[in-house]
Nanobody
Framework: QVQLVESGGGLVQPGGSLRLSCAAS????????MGWFRQAPGKEREFVAA???????TYYADSVKGRFTISRDNAKNMALQMNSLKFEDTAVYFC?????????????????WGQGTLVTVSS
């Protein structure tokens, strides 16, 4: 059973930075592509970012482009560097994984999900 474990959430002021990490329990083709979704209070889950198997391609939601950077240091570990955080970035962030990135979204979600880590942007 694939397990994804997030870490790094917390409270940060607007304009601040935070780094989320995700560790996969195994390195298989099933967790080749990895990414992040988030869910704000009262809203649906939404795609944030994703990275391809070899890290050569990255994908971002328009709302985070230029502020967030997704990366992976090996096949099992991934990170999301979040800069210039805004109030509207407050959400539970979920690490996700699947065989490949296929334009993940609400109607096309990835197969594997972590439990989530809370990010609160507040002054």
């Amino acid at each position: 059973q694939v397990q994804l474990v997030e870490s790094g959430g917390g409270l940060v002021q607007p304009g601040g930075s935070l780094r989320l990490s995700c560790a996969a329990s195994e390195r298989t083709f099933r967790t080749c592509a990895m990414g992040w979704f988030r869910q704000a209070p009262g809203k649906e889950r939404e795609f944030v970012a994703a990275i391809s198997c070899n890290g050569g391609r990255t994908y971002y939601a328009d709302s985070v482009k230029g502020r967030f950077t997704i990366s992976r240091d090996n096949a099992k570990n991934m990170a999301l560097q979040m800069n210039s955080l805004k109030f509207e970035d407050t959400a539970v962030y979920f690490c996700t994984a699947d065989v490949r990135f296929t334009g993940w979204g609400t109607s096309n979600p990835p197969r594997y999900w972590g439990q989530g880590t809370l990010v609160t942007v507040s002054s």
